[in-house]
């Protein structure tokens, strides 16, 4: 092949050059992309969630509205509902300062108690336990979990769950004690609510079926 | 494995040393999937002692580091030969970098063993474990393996500069840089999940989907021309197409990560589209890899030289990997990239299915095949051939890892039509899935093809230590 080239394509520089040629436009367009994605991903503020401005990652303080997972017609797919109507944790609603700070405790325990190594979030993680992107919309935490616990709301029944996870077996399967701070669960909470509320594009598929079936006495609301 | 390395360039020694850490941590791998297979069936298994977490924790970074270990050890073997300098430069501070970089995993399993979790607090992030699958360890070993790793492409590059410039050596150079640069795109946190797993893909997905992929195209180009003699203009022109084809459909293939975790719809196109397409250049590899096999035979046969393989168990592994690396990353990876068939499919045993598969058959295989190209230099022999062992451990290893890999897919076609189609996803929904028998069944085998594996592991380690001074003694009887 060296010397006369029979043919462009037996021609190593005709290759190399090519090959350059496509990763560099292929690295210049995910590069572009990303900035383009990025805009669309930053943490929305809480005014633009006051006037009703819809983020892809709502602000932190989205944990003081009601949010619901339903099907979007239009998308064909489902869609997280934020609010209109408040329903704040624990019965007192956050700042936009105290919630960036619970949802940044959360996110940093989530980290250090490895929880993705079982779970996943956003379909992320292990495959050993449930995964906790819609977590916070699950039916067990309406009325199963509350009476195991002996709480009287989800969160409470959330943060006695996370605190002591070996207390409160539902399967065989069980989480362990992670020596998890009251502190610690409630921003978990935080952290767990916020992440329901970020649209990812309908996944899990499905889930609000499970929501819908639970408030019609369907199979989970034995 | 072990000693007569003396006369060795001490580029081989080294990469010798690499290998051996590479291999002991393969051990580990195989011995903490063990565990967490175990887990499945029996959830009290060491409860509350080593949790799933944290064996699965150690299953995946013995995993990334021994592949790392054997890729710096791989580098190393091939740079004397491809830049023509028996005494590369910087040898001296390798050496150390290797030892501190031994020490720190060290450290980095002690901890993640026997501390496992800490507080929520930015300590534990910088000192425990940083939490993101793959990307675990803390902070200061992060630092640690960017200073490692630059000492390392310090070595190559000046080598490089300073000797021959192959092709093989120029894709090598310029894709290690890609290769560390991006580990830094996982070096921050941030409240923002999205965001954070956007970045994060760009380290996983951009190594293992294009920059991991084309350094495997350089060691198969580089395996192809010492095993079988291949023409290096022939080999050269594949790896450049390879580079074309695998950044060409890689790079914008990151978007199949990037369909459910926040960001925009756009990207179930792009990423349909381009993940699509990342199978081709894994056929072509395969192509390739038979091609020139056949020719060379071919034309050693026609001179009435016989076989013109000159390390059987490299070429064995390298075929493997050549076969191995299309079906498992290729076609175990497009049975789910499509977003309308992922947003069923995504996040369960499928996922590990195509995990098992396509990192065993794209790089643990070639990075074998490298071991023992290291041990045919370390023993100076001319002629490698499979010993009975080394044909046990690539049968039981591949059957092993193929098997698991099919058992996965059954659990995982169970748990999506059954927890994701039928009930919805959501706890109960995936407990209900779990507990079916067809899956239980189905972990079972996956359990039993995992030792099926390790029994094929032992048979390489007694291999990989045996192999050597056999070989030497019959070569020393024939001659």
Redesign the interface.
């Known amino acids: 092949?060296?010397g006369k080239k029979a043919s462009v394509w037996?021609s190593?520089s005709f290759?190399?050059r090519?090959?350059a040629w496509?990763?560099g436009f292929?690295?210049i367009?995910?590069i572009w992309?990303?900035f383009?994605?990025?805009a669309?991903?930053?943490?929305g503020t809480d005014q633009e969630l006051k006037e009703g401005i819809k983020r892809?990652?709502p602000a932190?303080t989205v944990v003081n509205y009601k949010i619901d997972y339903k099907y979007d017609e239009k998308r064909g797919?489902e869609a997280p509902v934020i609010g209109p109507e408040k329903q704040p944790l624990f019965g007192k609603e956050l700042s936009a300062k105290e919630a960036?700070a619970m949802?940044?405790?959360?996110?940093?325990?989530?980290?250090?108690?490895?929880?993705?190594?079982?779970h996943?979030?956003?379909?992320?993680?292990?495959?050993?336990?449930?995964?906790l992107?819609?977590?916070w919309l699950?039916?067990?935490w309406e009325k199963t979990m509350p009476a195991m616990t002996g709480k009287k709301t989800k969160e409470e029944a959330m943060v006695a769950f996370l605190m002591h996870p070996?207390k409160y077996p539902?399967?065989?399967?069980?989480m362990?004690?992670?020596?998890i701070?009251e502190k610690?669960a409630k921003?978990l909470v935080v952290f767990l609510k916020h992440?329901s509320s970020?649209?990812?594009?309908?996944?899990?598929?499905?889930?609000?079926?499970?929501i819908k079936?639970f408030q019609t006495g369907g199979?989970?609301a034995k | 494995m072990l000693n007569k390395t003396a006369h060795l360039s001490p580029s081989k020694q080294l990469a010798m040393n690499y290998f051996r850490v590479a291999i002991v941590l393969f051990g580990a791998q195989l011995l903490f999937g063990l565990v967490i297979g175990l887990q499945y069936l029996f959830p009290g298994f060491l409860y509350e002692i080593v949790d799933f977490s944290v064996a699965r924790m150690i299953h995946i970074n013995a995993l990334v580091v021994w592949m790392l270990y054997a890729m710096i050890g791989s580098v190393y073997l091939m740079l004397p030969d491809e830049t023509g300098i028996e005494k590369p430069v910087g040898m001296g501070l390798g050496k150390l970098a290797f030892w501190v970089l031994t020490a720190a995993v060290a450290v980095v399993v002690v901890v993640f063993l026997f501390i496992q979790v800490g507080p929520g607090k930015e300590s534990s992030i910088w000192f425990i474990n940083e939490g993101r699958e793959y990307l675990e360890a803390p902070r200061w070993a992060d630092i640690g393996i960017v200073v490692v790793v630059l000492i390392f492409y310090a070595n190559v590059f000046f080598t490089y500069m300073k000797g021959q410039k192959t092709g093989i050596m120029t894709v090598m150079v310029a894709n290690l840089l890609a290769v560390a640069g991006l580990y830094l795109a996982g070096m921050f946190f941030t409240d923002n999940i999205s965001m954070d797993q956007y970045w994060w893909w760009w380290v996983i997905h951009l190594w293992v989907e294009a920059t991991w992929e084309v350094f495997v195209g350089t060691l198969a180009a580089y395996a192809l021309l010492r095993v079988i003699g291949a023409k290096r203009e022939i080999v050269e022109m594949w790896l450049w197409i390879e580079v074309l084809m695998l950044f060409g459909s890689g790079i914008l293939g990151l978007g199949h990560h990037y369909f459910w975790i926040g960001t925009p719809e756009y990207w179930w196109e792009i990423g349909a589209l381009f993940s699509s397409l990342e199978p081709v250049p894994l056929v072509a590899m395969f192509v390739h890899v038979l091609y020139d096999w056949g020719k060379e035979q071919g034309e050693h046969e026609a001179e009435g030289k016989g076989s013109s393989i000159k390390n059987g168990p490299t070429m064995a592994w390298v075929t493997t990997n050549a076969f191995g690396n299309f079906l498992g990353a290729g076609i175990w990876g497009f049975f789910h990239t499509l977003p309308q068939v992922n947003i069923y499919t995504h996040g369960s045993q499928f996922t590990a299915a195509h995990g098992h598969l396509a990192f065993f058959g794209a790089y643990a295989t070639i990075l074998i095949g490298m071991m023992y190209l290291g041990i045919q230099d370390s023993y100076g022999l001319k002629r490698l051939k499979a010993t009975f062992k080394s044909k046990m451990a690539i049968f039981l290893i591949t059957f092993g890892v193929l098997g698991m890999a099919v058992a996965l897919t059954i659990a995982g076609y169970e748990q999506v039509l059954v927890e994701r189609a039928e009930l919805g996803a959501g706890w109960q929904a995936f407990f209900t899935a779990q507990n079916l028998p067809w899956y239980i069944q189905a972990q079972v085998w996956r359990e039993i093809m995992g030792v099926v594996t390790f029994v094929g592991f032992v048979y390489l380690v007694w291999d990989l230590l045996t192999i050597g001074k056999v070989e030497a003694a019959a070569e020393a009887e024939e001659a």
């Open positions: 092949m060296a037996t190593i290759w190399r090519s090959a496509v990763t292929a690295t367009l995910l992309l990303t383009d994605t990025i669309q991903i930053r943490m892809r990652i932190p797919l960036a949802l940044h405790l959360g996110k940093l325990t989530s980290q250090s108690k490895n929880c993705m190594d079982c996943t979030l956003l379909g992320n993680g292990g495959y050993y336990a449930p995964d992107t819609k977590a699950d039916p067990m070996d539902t399967h065989a399967r069980m362990p004690n992670l020596g701070t610690e921003a992440m970020i649209d990812t594009n309908g996944y899990p598929r499905g889930f609000s079926k499970t079936e199979t989970y």
